[in-house]
């Protein structure tokens, strides 16, 4: 009996891993701005790859924490939010330099 419950508990943890892998893959390969250019669109890429990669994380690690992408093309605005409240703000420019610049900016 030991031996089903705790191969049904792996079998649960993979399916849950995968599920997420999945829904990486899908918020990318769907996402509703595909058809922008590649340098406005690598940041949206950049937004759902960090989402989607610490989802999978967090459900490898057994938390409950998710984060979401806004799609909000305000300025200033959240790009990623954790459903425990914490927002934040995803850059991604040709360098490391130029993403450091965009992210430090001042926003009145």
């Known amino acids: 009996m030991g031996a089903d419950i705790a191969a049904r508990m792996g079998y649960e943890y993979v399916n849950a891993v995968e599920t997420a892998i999945r829904q990486l893959e899908d918020n990318i390969n769907n996402h509703p701005y595909r058809n922008i250019k590649?340098?406005?669109l690598q940041g949206y890429m950049f937004e759902e790859?960090?989402?989607?990669?610490?989802?999978v994380d967090a459900v490898a690690a057994g938390s409950a924490d998710r984060a979401s992408v806004l799609h909000s093309n305000l300025k200033d605005s959240v790009d990623i939010q954790l459903n425990s409240g914490?927002?934040?703000s995803a850059k991604s420019y040709a360098t490391a330099e130029k993403t450091a610049k965009a992210q430090a900016k001042f926003s009145p």
Request: proline share 0%.
């Open 38 to 40: 590649i340098g406005q």
């Open 49 to 55: 790859w960090g989402a989607g990669t610490f989802n």
């Open 86 to 88: 914490e927002d934040y």
